[in-house]
């Protein structure tokens, strides 16, 4: 039976192999037909028909109840937010009083370190004036975006105040101080353009990031060799860098480490590579340079060679909102293009009257500047020696930063210890200071550690006693 199947599959073997081998079976139009073209075009024949038929689709059945109601008690939906844990439960110390350099927590007075109020302001007569006189003028709220009817004459005043402050040719103001990076840089970069920034960037600025859908490269933290291994790399893979738009962004003060972006070597790397420059100076302005422009006047840069300069004034002017300046161009583009100033309701008047008053106090008073630096001195050296912390803060910069020498093991260990540093500190000592959290969306590679924000009104005995308080709760907590 075996054999008598293999002399029958050899059979037709040769014979599909003489079909196939046989000279011309036909002349179509004086053209030779072999036998294999013939196979091929039924076969095409019948792809075409598989492919124009129709599908076949099974007659639905609808579910009876029982079946619907089995299929409800299996089903478990996906949570909207992720489980609570003891750790999302923490609530921070609450103000009760104005954020100056003494407040009001839970009762207590203490001596207030976590407040950006670098200037004193908070709580400044004039500057209190000025807020009542636009409430009685203005109201409260503008109720309009800036395009619809939203634009009041102290908006015009205030941008041409900062624009002559600072030396720029215009200026544009936003309501909300978080939301000028995270829409400046989305009006400017889009999908296909190229950005270099710092890895230690704060999370608004990440977000403006990764709003903007162009190509983002890292460089290391304040890093000038790795800026600049990084404007080369993406100037020598760009096939047409010149058809690309390519900036670096960086902040003057970075908010995660206190140090201070070396301008006057970013703007020769900027010129070199052929990038523009986005610089956030939220914890400079009012701070650095012998009047208090900003990282320009500190490092001797002319300000117009940087492109865009944003900045919040919730700082160092104690009143809220944030400003963008540059170029007539570039803040033109904005009234159009950004999405923070276009669809949101315009600063509040007052808010806008306490920023013109607070820049008229810095022009008035500059030894201000002075009282601020000698503050950041002392408390700097003072914490030069604290067990088991290092500073990894420029000494010029209002946000003292503190870190752990060594690591606990892990992230959650080390913001453990450190909270327990801070809640110690403000319990046993009446000192109010701040850790560096960050939210699951902050993608900040950089050190946690502890911030504490000098003011100038602090005083002495104020900074010697966050010191002593600090080595202390140290001593004890860290092994």
Same mark, same amino acid.
């Given at each position: 039976?075996?054999?008598?199947?293999?002399?029958?599959?050899?059979?037709?073997?040769?014979?599909?192999?003489?079909?196939?081998?046989?000279?011309? /079976?036909?002349?179509?139009?004086?053209?030779?037909?072999?036998?294999?073209?013939?196979?091929?075009?039924?076969?095409?024949?019948?792809?075409?028909?598989?492919?124009?038929?129709?599908?076949? !689709?099974?007659?639905?059945?609808?579910?009876?109840?029982?079946?619907?109601?089995?299929? @409800?008690?299996?089903?478990?939906?996906?949570?909207?937010?992720? $489980?609570?844990?003891?750790?999302?439960?923490?609530?921070?110390?609450?103000? +009760?009083?104005?954020?100056?350099?003494?407040?009001?927590?839970?009762?207590?007075?203490?001596?207030?370190?976590?407040?950006?109020?670098?200037?004193?302001?908070?709580?400044?007569? !004039?500057?209190?004036?000025?807020?009542?006189?636009?409430?009685?003028?203005?109201?409260?709220?503008?109720?309009?975006? /800036?395009?619809?009817?939203?634009?009041?004459?102290?908006?015009?005043?205030?941008?041409?105040?900062?624009?002559?402050?600072?030396?720029?040719?215009?200026?544009?103001?936003?309501?909300?101080?978080?939301?000028?990076?995270?829409?400046?840089?989305?009006?400017? @970069?889009?999908?296909?353009?190229?950005?270099?920034?710092?890895?230690?960037?704060?999370?608004?600025?990440?977000?403006?990031?990764?709003?903007?859908?162009?190509?983002?490269?890292?460089?290391?933290?304040?890093?000038?060799?790795?800026?600049?291994? !990084?404007?080369?790399?993406?100037?020598? %893979?760009?096939?047409?860098?010149?058809?690309?738009? #390519?900036?670096?962004?960086?902040?003057? *003060?970075? $908010?995660?480490?206190?140090?201070?972006?070396?301008?006057?070597?970013?703007? %020769?790397?900027?010129?070199?590579?052929?990038?523009?420059?986005?610089?956030?100076?939220?914890?400079?302005?009012?701070?650095?340079?012998?009047?208090?422009?900003?990282?320009?006047?500190?490092?001797?840069?002319?300000?117009?060679?940087?492109?865009?300069?944003?900045?919040?004034?919730?700082?160092? &002017?104690?009143?809220?909102?944030?400003?963008?300046?540059?170029?007539? /161009?570039?803040?033109?583009?904005? #009234?159009?293009?950004?999405?923070?100033?276009?669809?949101?309701?315009?600063?509040?008047?007052?808010?806008?009257?306490?920023?013109?008053?607070?820049?008229?106090?810095?022009?008035?008073?500059?030894?201000?500047?002075?009282?601020?630096?000698?503050?950041?001195?002392?408390?700097?050296?003072?914490?030069?020696?604290?067990?088991?912390?290092?500073?990894?803060?420029?000494?010029?910069?209002?946000?003292?930063? &503190?870190?752990?020498?060594?690591?606990?093991?892990?992230?959650?260990?080390?913001?453990?210890?450190?909270?327990? *540093?801070?809640?110690?500190?403000?319990?046993?000592?009446?000192?109010?200071?701040?850790?560096?959290?960050?939210?699951?969306?902050?993608?900040?590679?950089?050190?946690?550690?502890?911030?504490?924000?000098?003011?100038?009104?602090?005083? +002495?005995?104020?900074?010697? !006693?966050?010191?002593?308080?600090?080595?202390?709760?140290?001593?004890?907590?860290?092994?």
């Amino acid at each position: 039976m075996a054999l008598a199947m293999v002399n029958v599959t050899a059979s037709v073997l040769d014979w599909v192999s003489s079909y196939f081998d046989a000279p011309t /079976r036909a002349v179509v139009f004086g053209v030779p037909i072999d036998g294999h073209l013939v196979v091929e075009a039924l076969l095409v024949v019948v792809i075409l028909f598989q492919l124009t038929r129709k599908s076949y !689709k099974p007659p639905k059945k609808p579910l009876t109840e029982k079946e619907i109601d089995e299929l @409800c008690d299996d089903w478990v939906p996906e949570p909207l937010t992720p $489980q609570i844990t003891e750790d999302m439960t923490y609530e921070p110390p609450t103000l +009760e009083s104005a954020a100056g350099p003494h407040a009001i927590v839970n009762g207590k007075e203490v001596v207030n370190f976590a407040s950006a109020n670098y200037l004193g302001l908070v709580g400044n007569e !004039k500057i209190t004036d000025s807020c009542v006189g636009a409430l009685e003028k203005y109201g409260v709220g503008s109720c309009g975006p /800036r395009g619809f009817y939203g634009t009041i004459d102290v908006h015009l005043d205030c941008e041409q105040k900062i624009a002559k402050f600072l030396g720029t040719p215009d200026s544009i103001l936003y309501s909300y101080g978080i939301s000028t990076i995270f829409s400046v840089i989305p009006a400017f @970069c889009k999908k296909g353009d190229i950005i270099v920034a710092d890895e230690g960037v704060h999370w608004a600025v990440q977000n403006g990031l990764y709003l903007s859908r162009s190509t983002v490269v890292y460089f290391k933290h304040n890093d000038m060799k790795s800026l600049e291994n !990084k404007l080369e790399e993406v100037t020598r %893979r760009s096939k047409h860098p010149e058809k690309v738009r #390519r900036y670096i962004v960086v902040e003057a *003060i970075y $908010q995660n480490s206190g140090q201070i972006a070396p301008l006057d070597e970013i703007v %020769r790397l900027k010129e070199k590579y052929r990038f523009r420059i986005i610089l956030d100076e939220s914890h400079s302005f009012g701070v650095l340079g012998n009047s208090g422009r900003g990282l320009a006047d500190h490092c001797g840069v002319p300000i117009e060679k940087i492109d865009i300069i944003t900045a919040g004034m919730g700082n160092a &002017l104690a009143t809220d909102g944030g400003f963008c300046t540059g170029s007539v /161009r570039v803040v033109d583009h904005q #009234r159009l293009s950004s999405s923070g100033y276009v669809f949101s309701a315009s600063l509040p008047p007052y808010l806008v009257s306490a920023a013109i008053a607070a820049v008229d106090y810095l022009e008035e008073n500059p030894s201000v500047l002075s009282k601020l630096r000698t503050n950041i001195a002392t408390l700097f050296n003072e914490l030069s020696d604290v067990p088991g912390l290092v500073l990894a803060s420029h000494i010029l910069s209002p946000i003292v930063f &503190l870190k752990l020498k060594k690591s606990t093991g892990t992230g959650k260990t080390d913001i453990d210890l450190l909270d327990s *540093i801070a809640k110690q500190a403000l319990e046993e000592d009446s000192v109010l200071i701040a850790t560096t959290k960050r939210s699951s969306l902050d993608k900040c590679k950089l050190p946690i550690g502890l911030r504490l924000f000098v003011s100038a009104s602090h005083s +002495e005995s104020d900074l010697l !006693k966050a010191a002593a308080s600090l080595k202390r709760v140290a001593a004890l907590l860290i092994s």
